[in-house]
């Protein structure tokens, strides 16, 4: 009985992505350096800083499955804060109020779905220009300038929760599980892949690419507004750059999960410990104490080590 | 009875070509109708007219009496149209179950979630119907070999129950096993009433299973009657309609002229000292055990052949010789110079060159215009000083063009909106100009058209005649016969047998392919 366990666990541990190992080299690292590392509340906060950016990797992860990077997301991001607290002091009804925000990142997907898929631009092209275009409408709306607007709901979902995770985490982690079931589990996930492998088998089989296409920019840009209302939570603001960076800090935790840009393979359930890595990084690089104008170059250098080590990995796995 | 499928006078143009122009065709239940014809003469259109992948300019299409005009695969789907595509339409990174029911998986009611445990279990039976029963339907399709990825393309098609299929060159990548199980699936749809067009290029094939032909010519019909009424020189004669040509004989030919020569001047012809070994290989084995063992030699002048079936090591021996894949252990000598382990592209300067055996996907930059790539493996020879000259590029890629008979609008028209017989002179083309002393040709004439088939076979025996050698790799034992000195057999790896001369026969490279009577 023993045997078949040892190695399921070997085949587990084959699976896992770097990531994973990483992750846990950094916090017992880090947990060396700092007083007060292995608690709870430390767990706590960490998680509750990655929030946001697990919702938006999500969105990117699927992208990045069908072999294109969306560069609006960080945008979109923004513009929800902004647009999400707008409304309040407009005098909008809370849910009404997310209900628009929702509506309104799905239809920036929309865009960008449409005009890379049926005008046939290139996603990066495509992307880049909204990503300004997204980034101006959020300072347009504020006048350039962050926003208030108090509500209880923000502490609540950003400080409140249940066992020790704020409700900002769970809302994430439901995102999360939603885009592995959805990526693993259904056919617009096995669409997804074929989008970034052979556009030929969805025609061939009688689906559509345009609209394949188009639903996964959709995909993208709702869970990067899930995203941006995370954000707003944890702010207790509207910040026109709020998501600035965000698209890319998203790649790399897609990326490090083991979506890969060239293969189209590769797991979504990844993501989450390419998010984890990111911010138990960024984080601990601060409580360290390490001057921030180091942490970028050390979060890039990790970053990259890792992509480079998987890659290797994936390479001698293969042969 | 009433055809189920009726096509009149459809027309399709494309920039600078008229694919399809004024053609007829029909086909009855239970009929499996064989559209032949080079390449280029439109059968590829056509299928893609009736599945709805290109819409005609004109004309009328009927099924079941019905006038229909599809707008896309969908809408033939829906009507039980399916195809077996000559290319590959299948995810890589998804396993054999998924690619079958690819956007028709089976899910629970209406919820669009995959029932992967029913779609694996279909799967198998798909398969194993087919006679596959060997494929693992749950790892990534690319790790298959490009005989499987056939047949799983093959099951794809069949899961859809298709009424009317169209398969498309089917069994070229296929071995004998696999094409006798599709063939005995044909005789089970047929009996079932479902209409079949088949396209090929394998004459053989056409008695096998043909009720019908029809032959085109440069998207124009020419002909339909039964199979049986027609010899193949006949055939040959329709499709190519020019005078009717033979498959090109090597031997015959060196014996034409060496009677000439003989007469003319008989102490001349190569000296039997210029004949010298050029490439010598020593118990080449590589690292993941379907090269094992294998000794070969090859001299100037000399086309030597391997056989073997599909998955016996042929390709992978050539992907060995010519650097891309490690060697495990054992020696590559050319010129008595060991060049184990070098990198492809060193083995260009040093002398070796692979026509491989995939040419849209390794063989050619397919965006890329027809210039860049004639220079893109001699590139060295080309432009000595590193700095690209248009005008020496237009130049040279025109002197092919003319040398080889490459039918292109000009030197800048993209590889990709080729035929496959020109695609396939165009890679010749790059070996010409890197000039190297041996050239390896994987299986040369897949899918190409009889004429362009002679003219490759034709600058084949001017290669050798001219000191280069030669290492052809081919499935079509007629053109190994009609064209090699020697046969080297392969079987599961390893080299099983080396004929020459009067033993080379279709018989007895068989036997030592499969392995029987040794």
Request: with cysteine.
């Amino acid at each position: 009985m023993k045997r078949p366990d040892t190695a399921d666990m070997k085949r587990l541990a084959r699976r896992l992505p770097p990531s994973v190992y990483i992750t846990i080299i950094l916090i017992c690292f880090f947990g060396l350096l700092t007083d007060n590392y292995f608690t709870l509340d430390n767990m706590g906060v960490i998680l509750r800083q990655a929030a946001p950016l697990l919702a938006v990797s999500c969105g990117q992860t699927v992208v990045v499955l069908t072999q294109g990077t969306d560069l609006s997301l960080g945008s979109i991001v923004s513009l929800m804060s902004v647009f999400w607290i707008l409304l309040l002091n407009l005098g909008v009804p809370l849910p009404a109020a997310v209900a628009c925000c929702l509506l309104l990142s799905a239809l920036c997907g929309l865009i960008n779905g449409w005009v890379a898929s049926k005008l046939k631009i290139p996603v990066f092209i495509t992307t880049l220009g909204t990503q300004n275009i997204y980034k101006s409408a959020a300072l347009l709306l504020c006048g350039s300038m962050t926003i208030y607007h108090s509500h209880p709901v923000f502490r609540t979902v950003a400080r409140e929760g249940f066992l020790h995770l704020s409700w900002s985490v769970w809302i994430a982690l439901a995102a999360y599980s939603l885009t592995v079931f959805l990526m693993k589990k259904s056919r617009f996930g096995k669409m997804v892949r074929a989008l970034g492998g052979n556009e030929e088998a969805i025609a061939t089989s009688g689906g559509s690419v345009i609209k394949s296409r188009i639903l996964v920019f959709v995909y993208a840009g709702l869970m990067a507004g899930i995203g941006g209302l995370l954000v707003c939570c944890r702010i207790e603001s509207g910040n026109p750059n709020a998501g600035n960076g965000m698209e890319f800090s998203a790649v790399a935790a897609a990326l490090l999960g083991g979506s890969s840009l060239r293969e189209g393979g590769g797991d979504p359930a990844g993501t989450l410990f390419g998010v984890l890595l990111i911010q138990v990084l960024k984080s601990g690089l601060m409580q360290v104490g390490v001057s921030s104008i180091y942490q970028n170059a050390i979060i890039g250098i990790v970053v990259l080590a890792a992509i480079i080590f998987d890659a290797i990995y994936r390479r001698t796995d293969s042969e | 009875m009433e055809p189920m499928l009726r096509i009149e006078n459809l027309c399709k143009s494309f920039p600078g070509v008229k694919a399809l122009d004024n053609m007829s065709f029909d086909l009855y239940p239970g009929e499996v109708h064989i559209l032949a014809g080079e390449n280029g003469a439109g059968k590829s259109t056509l299928s893609k007219c009736i599945l709805g992948y290109v819409r005609p300019d004109g004309g009328h299409m009927f099924l079941d009496g019905k006038e229909i005009a599809f707008a896309s695969p969908k809408d033939s789907l829906a009507c039980g149209i399916a195809a077996v595509y000559q290319e590959l339409t299948m995810v890589p990174w998804l396993n054999a179950a998924e690619n079958i029911f690819f956007n028709r998986e089976p899910v629970y009611g209406k919820t669009g979630i995959v029932r992967t445990g029913k779609m694996i279990s279909d799967a198998r039976t798909i398969l194993s119907d087919l006679g596959s029963h060997d494929i693992d339907v749950t790892v990534p399709v690319r790790k298959l070999g490009i005989a499987k990825q056939q047949m799983v393309e093959i099951a794809r098609a069949l899961s859809m129950d298709p009424r009317l299929i169209i398969f498309d060159e089917p069994t070229s990548a296929l071995s004998e096993k696999d094409t006798e199980a599709l063939f005995a699936k044909i005789h089970d749809l047929k009996k079932k009433g479902a209409g079949i067009i088949y396209i090929s290029h394998r004459m053989k094939e056409y008695d096998r299973i043909g009720d019908r032909i029809t032959v085109m010519r440069d998207g124009k019909y020419i002909c339909t009657g039964r199979v049986s009424d027609f010899s193949g020189e006949e055939l040959i004669h329709h499709m190519v309609g020019r005078k009717t040509v033979r498959i090109y004989s090597r031997r015959e030919e060196k014996a034409a002229s060496r009677t000439e020569s003989d007469q003319h001047r008989k102490t001349e012809g190569p000296a039997p000292a210029e004949i010298k070994e050029v490439l010598k290989v020593e118990n080449l084995c590589d690292k993941k055990g379907r090269v094992k063992n294998c000794s070969l030699s090859l001299r100037s002048g000399e086309i030597a052949g391997i056989a073997g079936l599909v998955g016996s090591g042929r390709t992978e021996l050539a992907r060995l010789l010519f650097g891309i894949d490690k060697a495990g252990s054992g020696k590559v000598l050319l010129h008595g110079e060991d060049i184990t382990g070098c990198s492809p592209g060193k083995l260009v300067r040093k002398g070796i060159g692979l026509l491989p055996e995939d040419r849209k996907e390794q063989g050619l930059a397919l965006r890329a215009s027809l210039a860049w790539n004639v220079t893109s493996a001699g590139l060295h020879k080309a432009f000595p000083g590193h700095i690209l000259d248009r005008r020496t590029e237009k130049k040279l890629s025109e002197d092919y063009m003319e040398d080889l008979n490459i039918a292109a609008r000009d030197t800048e028209v993209r590889a990709l909106n080729m035929s496959g017989g020109n695609q396939q002179k165009l890679v010749l083309a790059k070996w010409l100009l890197a000039d190297t002393d041996v050239i390896i040709f994987d299986e040369p004439t897949r899918g190409i058209d009889v004429q362009a088939k002679r003219e490759i076979y034709a600058h084949m025996a001017q290669l050798a005649a001219s000191g280069k050698a030669i290492l052809l790799i081919s499935s079509e034992l007629s053109e190994l016969i009609g064209m090699c000195d020697r046969i080297y057999v392969m079987r599961e790896g390893a080299i099983s047998g080396e004929l020459s001369g009067e033993e080379l026969s279709e018989e007895k490279i068989g036997e030592m392919m499969f392995g029987v009577g040794v």
